[in-house]
């Protein structure tokens, strides 16, 4: 590798309006605790009808490059990890660009569900590491609001909207990438998909009537995949790494469901304590969950220069992403 690359900055945006447990009682068949024993989840935010996933984006990328200290015409490319992207095309990272006035970047979106900002840092890294690029911002965002079907209970209590994004550049040599690993199972694609508006199935009076453009999730498949993979990807960057779990300061796991975070604890022996979980607040927003979480930690100062920070997702594709840093900052 040439240069060492790392977080230089974090931001995130989060919708003002809560929707709690309560409130889906009123929309759906399910209760309060059913949803906080089998999920964890309390509440999750919900965006305004006028917000769209750019403008979450936007201000989340703000907020990245101003603790940063970064210039957004210094960014030499933007990458936007969503499934809920303002249009089919153009990019929705082509939107934030010319929002942000970021006039030297390149600009594109990524679809890897919910591992989408494991994806994009790796690419964004990778850039840097071999000199392409100095400043690269990453953002996974999500409107899940609009792809919900508020008649399904499966689905519609797990998920939120969210933005959170991430100033990837150059660091200090030893700091930033220690290891990596991307994994997909593109078997498992229809375990967790929206059905229609894609050119298999281009939307049609039946697709809109039949639910085809909302989540359709087996929920226990996906389960079952993320309670294998999530220990089994950790275990092997630690081993690229050359270091034991026990020299991990903080571990950042994809919040989708407390039970799945509780079994990699369990199988990875970590100290619950080192685990970052916002699950309760938020839900799972996809994309959004990694860089929300690194960005609340840093701000409440849980993040310390040289800490080995440990980030672990999982998703639709079916795709996992794992990395290993040390924190720069
Ligand atoms: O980012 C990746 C995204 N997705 C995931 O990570 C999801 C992974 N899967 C899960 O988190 C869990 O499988 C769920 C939370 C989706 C479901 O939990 P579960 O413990 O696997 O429940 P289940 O699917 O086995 O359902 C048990 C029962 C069913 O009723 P019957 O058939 O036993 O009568 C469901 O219909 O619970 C019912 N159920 C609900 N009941 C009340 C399902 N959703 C609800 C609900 N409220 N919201």
């Known amino acids: 590798m040439g240069f060492s690359a ?7 945006c989060l919708p003002e309006k809560v929707m709690t447990n309560f409130d889906l009682e009123k929309l759906v068949d399910t209760s309060n605790e059913w949803i906080v024993e089998r999920t964890g989840i309390r509440e999750r935010r919900i965006a305004d009808p006028e917000t769209a996933t750019s403008d979450m984006c936007l201000k989340a990328a703000r907020a990245a490059l101003k603790d940063a200290g970064v210039k ?15 249009y089919m095309f ?23 569900g919910c591992s989408g900002f494991v994806y994009g840092f790796s690419v964004a890294s990778q850039m840097i590491a071999s000199g392409l690029y100095q400043k690269v911002l990453v953002i996974g965002a999500e409107t899940l609001s609009r792809i919900m079907d508020w008649t399904d209970r499966n689905t519609c209590v797990l998920f939120g909207d969210g933005a959170g994004a991430a100033v990837v550049g150059r660091v200090e040599d030893g700091y930033g990438v220690l290891a990596l690993e991307l994994g997909s199972k593109g078997s498992g694609a229809m375990e967790l998909y929206q059905p229609a508006g894609g050119s298999r199935r281009p939307a049609t009076h039946e697709t809109v009537d039949g639910h085809g453009h909302f989540i359709h999730m087996n929920g226990k498949e996906v389960y079952k995949f993320a309670a294998r993979i999530m220990p089994a990807t950790c275990k092997r960057v630690l081993a690229k790494a050359g270091l034991t779990i026990g020299d991990v300061d903080m ?13 990699a604890v369990k199988h990875l022996k970590i100290d619950p304590a080192k685990v970052w979980v916002n699950i309760d607040k938020y839900g799972n927003t996809s994309a959004a969950c990694i860089p929300i979480c690194l960005t609340e930690a840093q701000r409440e100062g849980r993040l310390h220069k040289g800490d080995n920070v440990l980030v672990v997702a999982f998703g639709t594709g079916l795709t996992w992403g794992s990395m290993l840093l040390k924190w720069a900052k």
Request: contains cysteine; proline residues 5%.
């Open 72 to 86: 957004a015409e210094e960014l030499d490319l933007i990458i936007v990890a969503t499934a809920t992207p303002d």
């Open 90 to 112: 153009p990019s929705t990272a082509c939107i934030v660009q010319d929002k942000l006035g970021a006039a030297h970047a390149g600009a594109f979106d990524l679809a890897a």
């Open 251 to 263: 571990l950042f796991p994809h919040q989708a469901n407390q039970r799945i975070i509780d079994n």
């Open 6 to 12: 790392g977080i230089l900055g974090t931001g995130a």
